[in-house]
């Protein structure tokens, strides 16, 4: 599982973004999210351009 942060996060929409630790940013839901707060450690899937499964580290 890849690592990264969100940068941001749409509450609004229920969407935001992923940074991967080589930069490349990659959207996820709300859905598929055990946390939407921003510049919180996460370990992610990836399926097509798409950040699923997303779990929050410490």
Do not use: H, W
Not at 2 to 17: E, F, K, Q, T
Not at 28 to 50: D, H, N, P, W, Y
């Amino acid at each position: 599982m890849p690592l990264g942060r969100i940068a941001v996060y749409n509450d609004a929409d229920g969407v935001g973004i992923i940074t991967d630790e080589d930069g490349e940013r990659r959207p996820f839901s709300c859905m598929e999210t055990q946390t939407t707060r921003e510049g919180q450690r996460v370990a992610f899937e990836v399926i097509g351009a798409k950040a699923t499964n997303v779990v929050a580290i410490r």
